[in-house]
Protein backbone atom coordinates (compact mmCIF):
# COMPACT_ATOMS: atom_id res chain seq x y z
CA UNK A 1 0.00 0.00 0.00
CA UNK A 2 0.94 3.60 0.10
CA UNK A 3 1.11 6.05 2.99
CA UNK A 4 2.00 9.85 3.01
CA UNK A 5 3.37 12.20 5.57
CA UNK A 6 3.02 15.83 5.73
CA UNK A 7 2.34 18.69 8.32
CA UNK A 8 -1.16 19.23 9.20
CA UNK A 9 -0.60 23.06 9.45
CA UNK A 10 1.73 25.33 8.76
CA UNK A 11 1.69 29.39 9.56
CA UNK A 12 3.78 31.93 7.69
CA UNK A 13 3.56 36.01 7.29
CA UNK A 14 3.20 37.43 3.81
CA UNK A 15 5.60 38.13 1.34
CA UNK A 16 7.56 34.93 3.54
CA UNK A 17 8.76 31.77 1.95
CA UNK A 18 7.36 28.03 3.24
CA UNK A 19 8.13 25.32 2.51
CA UNK A 20 5.80 22.31 2.73
CA UNK A 21 7.28 18.71 3.00
CA UNK A 22 6.21 15.05 2.56
CA UNK A 23 7.54 11.64 2.55
CA UNK A 24 5.73 8.72 1.07
CA UNK A 25 5.73 5.01 1.46
CA UNK A 26 4.75 3.03 -1.80
CA UNK A 27 4.90 -0.34 -3.01
CA UNK A 28 5.58 1.06 -6.51
CA UNK A 29 6.54 5.16 -7.51
CA UNK A 30 5.97 6.50 -10.61
CA UNK A 31 5.68 10.45 -9.58
CA UNK A 32 4.61 12.90 -6.72
CA UNK A 33 2.33 15.45 -7.07
CA UNK A 34 0.66 18.68 -5.29
CA UNK A 35 -2.77 20.23 -5.39
CA UNK A 36 -4.24 23.20 -3.65
CA UNK A 37 -7.43 23.32 -2.07
CA UNK A 38 -9.33 26.36 -0.59
CA UNK A 39 -12.05 26.47 1.96
CA UNK A 40 -15.24 24.58 0.29
CA UNK A 41 -13.44 24.27 -3.24
CA UNK A 42 -12.71 21.77 -5.32
CA UNK A 43 -8.58 20.27 -5.21
CA UNK A 44 -6.73 22.48 -8.09
CA UNK A 45 -3.46 20.20 -9.51
CA UNK A 46 0.10 22.57 -8.87
CA UNK A 47 2.63 20.63 -10.31
CA UNK A 48 4.11 16.60 -10.77
CA UNK A 49 7.20 15.65 -10.29
CA UNK A 50 8.20 12.26 -11.77
CA UNK A 51 12.20 12.86 -11.74
CA UNK A 52 14.36 13.95 -9.12
CA UNK A 53 15.27 17.33 -8.77
CA UNK A 54 13.06 20.96 -8.96
CA UNK A 55 10.38 21.92 -11.10
CA UNK A 56 9.49 25.81 -10.75
CA UNK A 57 6.43 26.95 -11.87
CA UNK A 58 6.15 31.31 -10.81
CA UNK A 59 6.25 31.20 -7.36
CA UNK A 60 5.51 27.64 -6.89
CA UNK A 61 7.98 25.07 -6.70
CA UNK A 62 8.20 21.66 -6.08
CA UNK A 63 11.10 19.22 -5.60
CA UNK A 64 11.67 15.60 -5.36
CA UNK A 65 14.21 12.98 -4.08
CA UNK A 66 13.33 9.34 -4.96
CA UNK A 67 15.76 7.54 -3.10
CA UNK A 68 15.25 9.78 0.06
CA UNK A 69 11.11 9.12 -0.67
CA UNK A 70 10.77 12.59 -0.07
CA UNK A 71 9.47 16.14 -1.69
CA UNK A 72 8.91 19.27 -0.82
CA UNK A 73 6.35 22.44 -2.31
CA UNK A 74 8.03 25.38 -1.93
CA UNK A 75 6.20 28.84 -2.03
CA UNK A 76 7.90 32.29 -2.52
CA UNK A 77 6.80 35.84 -1.88
CA UNK A 78 3.71 34.35 -0.01
CA UNK A 79 0.04 36.48 -0.51
CA UNK A 80 -2.90 36.31 1.28
CA UNK A 81 -5.14 33.86 -1.11
CA UNK A 82 -2.19 31.51 -0.74
CA UNK A 83 -3.99 30.14 2.15
CA UNK A 84 -5.26 27.14 1.55
CA UNK A 85 -4.83 23.56 2.41
CA UNK A 86 -1.97 21.51 0.15
CA UNK A 87 -1.94 18.06 -0.61
CA UNK A 88 0.32 15.70 -2.30
CA UNK A 89 -0.33 12.48 -3.78
CA UNK A 90 1.76 9.74 -5.14
CA UNK A 91 1.05 7.82 -7.85
CA UNK A 92 1.71 4.56 -7.35
CA UNK A 93 1.78 0.83 -9.07
CA UNK A 94 -1.60 0.92 -9.66
CA UNK A 95 -0.78 4.72 -11.24
CA UNK A 96 -3.69 6.27 -9.35
CA UNK A 97 -3.09 8.69 -6.85
CA UNK A 98 -3.19 8.32 -3.10
CA UNK A 99 -3.63 11.65 -1.30
CA UNK A 100 -1.81 12.78 2.21
CA UNK A 101 -3.77 14.44 4.75
CA UNK A 102 -2.81 17.99 3.88
CA UNK A 103 -1.14 20.79 5.25
CA UNK A 104 -3.25 23.85 5.96
CA UNK A 105 -1.56 27.35 5.01
CA UNK A 106 -1.93 30.01 6.82
CA UNK A 107 -0.71 33.41 6.16
CA UNK A 108 -0.77 36.37 8.20
CA UNK A 109 -0.51 39.67 6.97
CA UNK B 1 -11.23 23.21 -23.40
CA UNK B 2 -12.62 21.00 -20.85
CA UNK B 3 -15.33 21.65 -18.15
CA UNK B 4 -16.48 18.99 -15.40
CA UNK B 5 -19.96 19.93 -13.95
CA UNK B 6 -21.22 17.88 -10.79
CA UNK B 7 -24.74 18.13 -8.83
CA UNK B 8 -26.15 18.28 -6.77
CA UNK B 9 -24.01 20.58 -5.28
CA UNK B 10 -25.47 20.11 -1.76
CA UNK B 11 -27.76 17.32 -0.94
CA UNK B 12 -29.16 16.70 2.64
CA UNK B 13 -30.61 12.67 2.37
CA UNK B 14 -32.16 10.45 4.79
CA UNK B 15 -30.60 7.35 6.54
CA UNK B 16 -31.53 4.82 4.51
CA UNK B 17 -32.59 6.76 1.44
CA UNK B 18 -31.15 6.30 -1.85
CA UNK B 19 -28.70 8.60 -3.56
CA UNK B 20 -27.70 9.15 -7.13
CA UNK B 21 -24.55 11.93 -7.95
CA UNK B 22 -24.20 12.79 -11.43
CA UNK B 23 -20.82 13.76 -12.94
CA UNK B 24 -20.39 14.53 -16.70
CA UNK B 25 -17.02 16.36 -18.48
CA UNK B 26 -17.06 18.20 -21.65
CA UNK B 27 -14.42 18.67 -24.23
CA UNK B 28 -12.37 15.59 -23.87
CA UNK B 29 -13.29 12.24 -24.76
CA UNK B 30 -12.51 8.50 -23.30
CA UNK B 31 -11.40 10.25 -19.95
CA UNK B 32 -10.29 8.40 -17.11
CA UNK B 33 -12.62 9.27 -14.57
CA UNK B 34 -12.86 8.89 -10.29
CA UNK B 35 -15.03 9.32 -7.54
CA UNK B 36 -13.40 10.38 -4.22
CA UNK B 37 -14.69 11.13 -0.87
CA UNK B 38 -13.75 13.55 1.82
CA UNK B 39 -13.96 13.92 4.93
CA UNK B 40 -14.06 17.48 6.69
CA UNK B 41 -10.05 18.25 7.20
CA UNK B 42 -8.95 15.42 5.90
CA UNK B 43 -7.51 13.81 2.56
CA UNK B 44 -9.19 12.19 -0.10
CA UNK B 45 -10.45 8.49 -0.60
CA UNK B 46 -10.68 7.48 -4.00
CA UNK B 47 -13.64 5.17 -4.17
CA UNK B 48 -13.81 4.47 -8.01
CA UNK B 49 -12.27 5.07 -10.89
CA UNK B 50 -13.27 4.43 -14.80
CA UNK B 51 -11.02 4.00 -17.92
CA UNK B 52 -14.18 3.59 -20.33
CA UNK B 53 -17.27 2.80 -20.81
CA UNK B 54 -19.00 0.49 -18.39
CA UNK B 55 -15.47 -0.58 -17.00
CA UNK B 56 -15.18 0.37 -12.94
CA UNK B 57 -12.97 -0.56 -10.27
CA UNK B 58 -13.48 0.12 -6.81
CA UNK B 59 -11.05 0.70 -4.25
CA UNK B 60 -13.13 0.58 -0.69
CA UNK B 61 -15.36 -2.01 -0.12
CA UNK B 62 -18.64 0.10 0.83
CA UNK B 63 -22.67 0.52 0.41
CA UNK B 64 -21.78 2.47 -2.71
CA UNK B 65 -21.79 1.81 -6.55
CA UNK B 66 -20.46 3.54 -9.55
CA UNK B 67 -21.23 3.14 -13.09
CA UNK B 68 -20.05 4.70 -16.49
CA UNK B 69 -23.21 4.45 -18.96
CA UNK B 70 -21.57 6.95 -21.28
CA UNK B 71 -17.86 7.93 -22.23
CA UNK B 72 -18.05 11.30 -20.32
CA UNK B 73 -20.87 10.32 -17.78
CA UNK B 74 -20.26 8.74 -14.18
CA UNK B 75 -22.52 8.49 -11.68
CA UNK B 76 -22.33 7.67 -7.58
CA UNK B 77 -25.07 5.73 -6.18
CA UNK B 78 -26.27 3.64 -3.01
CA UNK B 79 -29.10 2.04 -2.42
CA UNK B 80 -29.28 3.15 1.47
CA UNK B 81 -27.10 5.53 2.70
CA UNK B 82 -25.39 5.29 5.96
CA UNK B 83 -25.06 8.21 8.59
CA UNK B 84 -20.98 7.56 7.83
CA UNK B 85 -21.90 8.25 4.04
CA UNK B 86 -22.05 12.09 4.54
CA UNK B 87 -19.15 13.72 2.99
CA UNK B 88 -18.02 15.77 0.40
CA UNK B 89 -17.58 13.78 -3.18
CA UNK B 90 -15.40 15.07 -5.68
CA UNK B 91 -15.60 13.86 -9.29
CA UNK B 92 -12.43 14.46 -11.25
CA UNK B 93 -10.89 13.57 -14.84
CA UNK B 94 -7.61 12.93 -16.24
CA UNK B 95 -6.54 12.62 -19.89
CA UNK B 96 -6.46 9.18 -21.46
CA UNK B 97 -4.21 6.47 -20.79
CA UNK B 98 -1.48 6.40 -18.18
CA UNK B 99 -0.60 9.55 -17.25
CA UNK B 100 -3.50 9.58 -14.00
CA UNK B 101 -1.27 12.15 -12.19
CA UNK B 102 -2.88 15.28 -13.43
CA UNK B 103 -6.50 15.22 -12.12
CA UNK B 104 -9.08 18.10 -12.68
CA UNK B 105 -11.83 18.03 -10.55
CA UNK B 106 -15.80 18.96 -10.24
CA UNK B 107 -16.89 21.63 -7.76
CA UNK B 108 -17.81 18.67 -5.64
CA UNK B 109 -21.00 17.51 -4.30
CA UNK B 110 -21.71 17.94 -0.02
CA UNK B 111 -23.74 14.79 1.35
CA UNK B 112 -25.22 15.26 5.00
CA UNK B 113 -27.04 12.09 5.90
CA UNK B 114 -29.27 12.78 8.94
Known amino acids: GQSLEQPSEVTAVEGAIVQINCTYQ??????LSWYQQHDGGAPTFLSY????GLEETGRFSSFLSRSDSYGYLLLQELQMKDSASYFC??????????FGSGTQLTVLP | SQTIHQWPATLVQPVGSPLSLECTVE??????LYWYRQAAGRGLQLLFY??????ISSEVPQNLSASRPQDRQFILSSKKLLLSDSGFYLC?????????????FGPGTRLLVL
Open chain 2, 92 to 104: AWSAPGLSQETQY
Open chain 1, 26 to 31: TSGFYG
Open chain 1, 49 to 52: NALD
Open chain 1, 89 to 98: AVSGSARQLT
Open chain 2, 27 to 32: GTSNPN
Open chain 2, 50 to 55: SIGIGQ
